[in-house]
């Protein structure tokens, strides 16, 4: 029993942060924005580099051959930048699943490019049926009830679907569903699409947790520099307690994260009701951020121009991501009423 | 990360459940606020010190079991599993017993904790006075030293366990000309000696549970002071740390209150408020998210990290859940809810009252949850104090 990160975890966490806050700047997000883009060529080649897409590619891929329990951090950090990049869809979810299609030619042909940075990979999956970032997409992994279908671009129909956050560019894909598309179905498909589901919503909530503590850092920063009555407003308790909350919540969240990483990573069985509660507080700390950090820099935080935004819309794109809090709610709901659960002291580790 | 037990904690976790399976009493036992159950469950304690269990994580040589952090968390785990007694040293060994493992000088780890390990001596606070609450450099007790004594007056109040305790610790002035928190001592004080006197303050339950502490010319050894004189605030951070937190509030209380509020409401889903399924899931996974905190805590302080103001965070999230479980409870059991345990229509359910009454007190005892919001902005986000 150990519940820390080990050393080179960290370390590679500090490393992408210090890239991201040198590369992915508000100006590099908001350039993108005003080109009609979220996704930055040069930027995800320079992620590749540091095996960022790779991450889960086995090492016989060419990849990093790493767990969730190594990636947790770094989709803390995606987020923390406000990384607006298909890192959820192509390396948390798409690498794996290729993996356990057991379709060796698709793998073979899919996990080098995307460890190598040549290849983003959309997903659809019917919890959050819009695709993000399709047009950008060299492969489409979409579902159909039971059924993974593998979609060349070219040959569907990408319909732009203009949503509130610019970082989250969203698509109804239209496509024939058929033989040539279909590479599994029925248990074998139906597990792929909820271990897909639940590796999404894990990204998503780390990616929220490294969000909202932004959102905190922006708020606390704004608070002591602002000058109000002669003195910052950060020296007034109400203004103190409100990010006290925040933070509360974040640290309770954050634990409830890694903890679904490591199940995801070992495929414990309860891991789809670990990951809905690590979305659900995860979502909830970034939303309860999201609205003090905007009060506590007042009207300034109302403007278009002030970075505040790129952060609040990813804490609310993120929510929508990999099943709103309502559904991971109902999940956890289920799982803790059913006859059967073994609930209480001493089961938190262990199923009994 | 490795997120499963090792083969020795299982080991240890079947050792101590059967233990308690076989020890704890078949009978719950009177409430220690009342005289008659704070002697049994000074009873109750003797027994589980002879059985190797009072004190799990602390050493062989002070009346511990010699074991670890994470060892303590699993018997936390079976010891509310198996609906043992309160702990109603809670105050010494919990609190008092790890400062003054830290702080104490051996002859004081020796004469203090191994009495303390079996309850023969039962410990109160002795922090907060009438002018001296959420300000508490605002203490005005003095003890000022006369040869081999300090000599002290003044009053301390809310002295939790204070009305049948056998000793006190608190902070004390020992530099009269000083101010705020430095010129503070801490001293540890014999209940019985002459010149303090107590007088029992009944809680919103009713029953006599704290006290008011009255100090006149009482006279207490030096050889009673923990750590340097002038330097009790630095002391009784360390205390306020393991309150605020860890030890006192281990998760398994909260779990075990969370897995009682679920089946409460599946056997009340028919007949209460159908919104009411969401906040008691919403309870059991913030206890859930209070224990995976506290093992990420303790595998950090096995690997040499320290509890500092994140401890305040700690007491925040507690606190508010152990009220939240209650109310929600409470609204669960409509009619019944205002029922005290011995009427005869409550059938088993008031307890969930007087747990809410105990859970009020969450909010404000070990620092105000206002003041810890305070620490967490200051220290932790490191917003401007003025």
Redesign the interface.
């Known amino acids: 029993?150990?519940?820390?990160?080990?050393e080179d975890q960290l370390l590679f966490q500090t490393t992408l942060r210090d890239f991201l806050s040198n590369e992915c700047t508000p100006e590099v997000i908001r350039k993108a924005w005003d080109e009609g883009r979220s996704h930055t060529p040069a930027l995800w080649a320079q992620l590749a580099e540091l095996g960022v897409p790779g991450l889960l590619v086995p090492e016989a891929h060419d990849g990093m051959g790493m767990s969730e329990?190594d990636s947790v951090l770094l989709f803390e950090e995606a987020g923390r930048a406000a990384l607006p990049e298909p890192v959820i869809a192509t390396a948390a979810v798409a690498a794996p699943l290729l993996v356990e299609l057991g379709d060796e030619a698709l793998a073979g042909e899919w996990l080098p490019r995307i460890g190598g940075g040549d290849a983003i990979v959309g997903v659809g999956h019917e919890v959050s049926p819009l695709v993000v970032d399709a047009d950008v997409s060299h492969l489409l992994l979409l579902q159909r009830g039971d059924e993974v279908h593998a979609v060349a671009p070219d040959s569907a129909e990408i319909v732009a679907q203009p949503a509130n956050d610019p970082s989250r560019r969203l698509f109804k894909v239209n496509f024939d569903a058929g033989d040539a598309t279909r590479v599994a179905a029925g248990d074998a498909g139906r597990s792929l699409w909820a271990a897909a589901l639940d590796r999404g919503a894990l990204a998503a909530a780390a990616q929220l947790v490294g969000a909202t503590d932004k959102l905190?850092t922006l708020a606390?920063e704004y608070?002591?520099q602002r000058q109000q009555f002669g003195?910052?407003i950060?020296?007034f308790?109400a203004?103190?307690?409100m990010?006290?909350?925040c933070?509360?919540k974040l640290?309770?969240?954050?634990?409830?994260v890694?903890?679904a990483a490591?199940?995801v990573a070992r495929s414990v069985s309860d891991r789809s009701l670990h990951v809905s509660?690590a979305k659900?507080?995860a979502a909830d700390a970034a939303q309860f951020a999201s609205r003090q950090a905007l009060q506590v820099h007042g009207a300034l935080g109302y403007t278009w121009e002030q970075d505040l935004h790129i952060w609040m819309r990813r804490a609310w794109s993120l929510e929508q991501a990999w099943g709103r809090n309502d559904f991971h709610?109902s999940r956890?709901?289920e799982r803790?009423?059913e006859a059967s659960?073994r609930?209480?002291?001493?089961?938190?580790?262990?199923g009994e | 990360?490795?997120?499963?037990?090792?083969a020795e904690?299982e080991a240890f976790?079947k050792e101590a459940r059967t233990w308690l399976e076989a020890n704890v009493p078949s009978r719950p036992l009177k409430s220690f606020d009342t005289k008659e159950g704070f002697e049994e469950h000074r009873e109750w304690e003797k027994q589980l010190q002879a059985g190797g269990f009072a004190m799990v994580p602390w050493p062989v040589e002070y009346g511990g079991r010699g074991a670890n952090l994470?060892e303590w968390l699993?018997f936390?785990?079976?010891y509310?599993?198996a609906k043992a007694p309160a702990r109603v040293n809670q105050n010494g060994i919990f609190l008092l017993g790890p400062t003054i493992m830290e702080y104490g000088t051996p002859e004081q780890k020796a004469r203090f904790l191994p009495k303390m390990a079996s309850s023969e001596e039962v410990w109160a606070q002795g922090w907060s006075e009438p002018n001296a609450g959420s300000d508490m450099a605002n203490i005005q007790a003095t003890a000022i030293r006369d040869g081999d004594h300090f000599v002290i007056n003044g009053q301390k109040t809310w002295a939790s366990r204070g009305a049948y305790a056998h000793w006190l610790f608190g902070m004390f002035r020992t530099d009269p000309d000083s101010e705020r928190h430095r010129g503070l001592s801490f001293i540890l004080c014999p209940l019985d000696a002459p010149g303090i006197t107590v007088r029992p303050i009944e809680k919103l339950n009713h029953k006599a549970a704290f006290a008011e502490v009255f100090f006149d010319d009482a006279r207490v050894s030096v050889d009673h002071l923990l750590g340097e004189e002038g330097k009790g605030w630095n002391v009784s951070m360390s205390t306020a740390g393991f309150e605020r937190g860890l030890m006192l509030r281990s998760?398994?209380r909260f779990?075990?209150t969370?897995?009682k509020l679920?089946a409460l409401?599946?056997e009340n889903e028919g007949s209460c408020d159908p919104g009411l399924?969401?906040r008691v899931?919403d309870c059991?996974?913030?206890a859930?998210?209070?224990?995976?905190?506290t093992?990420?805590t303790?595998?950090?302080l096995l690997?040499g990290g320290k509890i500092g103001a994140?401890a305040s965070?700690n007491k925040?999230?507690w606190s508010e859940l152990d009220v939240e479980m209650h109310e929600v409870a409470l609204e669960i059991l409509g009619w019944r809810a205002e029922l005290l345990p011995q009427a005869s229509e409550a059938q088993g359910v008031g307890e969930w009252l007087d747990g809410y009454i105990f859970a009020l007190a969450g909010p404000i005892y070990a620092g105000t949850n206002?003041i810890?919001?305070?620490i967490?902005?200051?220290r932790?986000?490191?917003?401007?104090?003025?």
């Open positions: 029993m150990r519940f820390t990160f080990d329990i905190i606390a608070a002591e003195k910052p950060g020296s308790q203004v103190k307690h990010l006290a909350n933070k509360v640290e309770y969240a954050r634990p409830v890694h903890r490591h199940s509660m659900v507080a709610r956890v709901e803790v009423l659960a609930l209480g002291p001493g089961r938190t580790f262990r | 990360m490795d997120l499963v037990y090792t904690q976790r994470l699993v936390e785990e079976e509310f599993r998760p398994a779990q075990d969370a897995a679920v409401y599946k399924k969401r899931v059991w996974m913030r859930e998210a209070y224990t995976l905190d093992y990420r303790v595998s950090r690997e994140e965070l925040i999230f206002e810890q919001r305070n967490i902005a200051e932790i986000l490191g917003l401007p104090r003025k």
